[in-house]
């Protein structure tokens, strides 16, 4: 059996993608290891879902901090002493810096509820529905110095559920899970 493949997930919010990333990782279906949670947000609800099942956080604010260099060498610190191999960005709305760039060069990943270049950003379903398109979707791609750019990995089509941004997000985030899943797979067997 090969050593699993170190991970650290970056996220800002409730987290389920988190969730679906650690479910995955316990049972064996991804061969990788969340050895921390990073979060800009120490009170946000994926922080107890990481206290739940046992994984280190590391919360770091950014307003304590003068620059976003020095915000990032912070996480950086956290990173190495653990050997993160990969970062993935679960929710994390925060553009990466060049800090962290080039320390994990194409090997940081985010996912993002629409299907990229269209709707980058915060709110990507509601922009969406908004704009009144009827197909929206899901996409995973690599990390570059923009706001939801870099080479795209995986995306799949989700449709829009009544104009209706609540239900629309329901069906978002369950492929969300299983999109992420996959392409994390595939990417850590090569
Ligand atoms: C997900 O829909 C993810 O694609 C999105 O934040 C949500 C986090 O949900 N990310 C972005 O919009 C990145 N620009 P979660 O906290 O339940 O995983």
Avoid at 45 to 64: S, W
Avoid at 84 to 109: C, D, K, N, T
């Amino acid at each position: 059996m090969t050593r699993k493949v170190k991970i650290a997930v970056f996220a800002s919010g409730s987290g389920s993608n988190f969730g679906a990333i650690e479910e995955a990782c316990r049972n064996g279906a991804l061969h990788a290891e969340i050895v921390v949670m990073v979060t800009n947000k120490p009170d946000a609800y994926v922080v107890e879902r990481a206290k739940k099942a046992g994984i280190q956080v590391a919360a770091f604010c950014p307003k304590d901090f003068s620059t976003k260099d020095a915000y990032e060498e912070a996480i950086l610190g956290t990173l190495r002493e653990v050997d993160v191999e990969w970062l993935i960005l679960a929710g994390y709305m925060r553009l990466i810096g060049q800090h962290l760039l080039s320390a994990y060069p194409s090997r940081i990943v985010n996912i993002h509820p629409s299907l990229l270049p269209s709707f980058p950003g915060k709110d990507a379903i509601g922009q969406a529905i908004e704009q009144g398109v009827k197909i929206t979707g899901v996409t995973v791609h690599l990390v570059d110095e923009g706001m939801d750019t870099g080479p795209i990995l995986a995306q799949r089509a989700v449709a829009v559920i009544d104009g209706d941004v609540d239900k629309t997000a329901e069906a978002i985030h369950a492929v969300e899970h299983e999109l992420y899943k996959e392409t994390l797979i595939e990417l850590f067997s090569r």
